[in-house]
Structure formats: structure tokens, C-alpha cells
């Protein structure tokens, strides 16, 4: 079976023990109105249930909202768990808005990123 040329499909989660999703929630609407199909996990989302999620849901792309300073080891841990379950074709980006990311931004960066690899 080939690549769907549907919408691209992204996990959202919020990794972590903090407990304001707002900012994952802006980012979950904003793919979601650019077209794009979005699964939103949630709060409190550990890297393995975001990683299994990504992969159960075909994904394209995970976006993490992580608070500062927690995203270093948070990205690293999602992105090796990609690799260990081969599934390293998933992209994976994220931060805070807080940080100087607009929802335009992030909607152009997923565009751009994903959708050039999707299917390559």
C-alpha cells in the first residue's frame, strides 16, 4: 500500500508533568483549521504513549508542547523511541509559543517539513 495523499496527520501531546494545555490546544486548532488531521493525546503524555499513539495513528508529524527547559531531554526521548521502533520518518517538533512560535509559524514549519518527506 502507498503513501496516502490525504491530510497530513499529527499527534499533538503534552509531554510531562505540567498541567496548562492551552498552548498544545491553540497548536491542535491551528493544524486543524490549515486542513490537517490532529489527534490531541492530551495532557501528562509519557514519550512512550506519544511515540505508540504516532505510530497506531499512521502520523506524520508529532508536536510536543514541553515547558522550558524540559524539551531537550522530552525531544530526545521521542525521537529515539522513533528510532527503536522504525519509525524515524516521523517527524517531530515542538517548544512553547511563549518562546516566539506564532500558530502561523508552526503551521507553515509542518507544511514545509513534513509534507516535503511525505512520501519520498
Known sequence: MGVAAGPIRVVVA???????D???EMIARALRDAGMEVIY?????TPEQIVGTAIQEDADAIG???P???HNT???AVVDLLR???AA???VFGGEIASGATTASVVEWVRLNVRESAGA
Open 64 to 66: 510536543l508542547s514541553t
Open 74 to 76: 522530552l525531544f530526545a
Open 68 to 70: 522550558s527547559g524540559a
Open 84 to 86: 527503536e521502533h522504525d
Open 89 to 91: 520518518d516521523i517527524k
Open 14 to 20: 503534552k509531554p510531562g508533568l505540567d498541567g496548562d
Open 41 to 45: 493525546t492530551g495532557l501528562h503524555q
Open 22 to 24: 492551552r498552548e498544545a
